[in-house]
Nanobody, 121 residues
Framework: VQLQACGGGLVQPGGSLRLTCATS????????IGWFRQAPGKEHEGVSC??????SIYYADSVKGRFTISKDNANVYLQMNSLKPEDTAVYYC?????????????????WGQGTQVTVSS
């Protein structure tokens, strides 16, 4: 199982980015995929998750109304709009077999390398 997060970059406040989690070695229909982020000096935070098990979707309160998670056969996307400086972090995607959409990182067994998102003017 391999996960590759990409799409990060430098964007001004109010801007948008679309992150992609490219998966291989797994059947996405059997997994939940979560997006997590970690900023310097802060704990790991579950940002958004989507589950194929029950169709559930989770958003952290801090991103509701601004971020949208979606998926196709092999990729999971995180559309990030109205970005704020506090969204600056390394973003990771992770996969959990037969999992619900949970922000608990312990649910996810497989993790990809992160992609840096920097929101700054």
């Amino acid at each position: 199982v391999q996960l590759q997060a990409c799409g990060g970059g430098l964007v001004q406040p109010g801007g948008s980015l679309r992150l992609t989690c490219a998966t291989s070695g797994l059947t996405l229909d059997y997994y939940a995929i979560g997006w997590f982020r970690q900023a310097p000096g802060k704990e790991h935070e579950g940002v958004s998750c989507i589950s194929s098990k029950d169709g559930s979707i989770y958003y952290a309160d801090s991103v509701k109304g601004r971020f949208t998670i979606s998926k196709d056969n092999a990729n999971v996307y995180l559309q990030m709009n109205s970005l704020k400086p506090e969204d600056t972090a390394v973003y990771y995607c992770a996969a959990g077999l037969y999992a619900n959409a949970s922000p608990n990182p312990r649910v996810y067994r497989y993790w990809g390398q992160g992609t840096q998102v920097t929101v700054s003017s």
